[in-house]
């Protein structure tokens, strides 16, 4: 089993979810978070003053998946997540030990299966 966490740009929230759910995750959690990588923040203009934004708004993905399709799902998010241009995000596969769904107790693979 595997765990992706995806750092993404809010706009393409809709379109990674629907990519990732018809390439065979069966779930996954949403975060609203901020940070910053490359692009460093950004510069804006409120009320004829600027400020600077450091922490951009980005939305972090968790995704708990089987081994044989991680590659599958880590291709569907990149292909929707990119604009190409800076801030895109990044994607991380983790390797995940166990996992237990409490209501029934199933463990593992059947734990993170629909």
Do not use: H
Request: net charge neutral; proline share 3%; charged share 30%.
């Amino acid at each position: 089993m595997k765990m992706i966490i995806a750092v993404i740009k809010p706009s393409r929230l809709d379109a990674v979810l629907e990519a990732v759910t018809e390439a065979g995750a069966s779930g996954l959690t949403v975060t609203e978070v901020r940070g910053y990588g490359r692009q460093k923040g950004k510069t804006e203009v409120y009320r004829g003053a600027e400020y600077e934004v450091k922490l951009l708004p980005k939305v972090k993905l968790e995704i708990a998946v089987p081994g044989d399709i991680v590659d599958r799902v880590c291709e569907a998010l990149a292909r929707t997540a990119n604009t190409g241009k800076i801030g895109d995000g990044k994607i991380f596969v983790l390797d995940l030990e166990q996992a237990l769904r409490i209501r029934t107790g199933e463990t593992d693979s059947a734990a993170i299966a629909s």
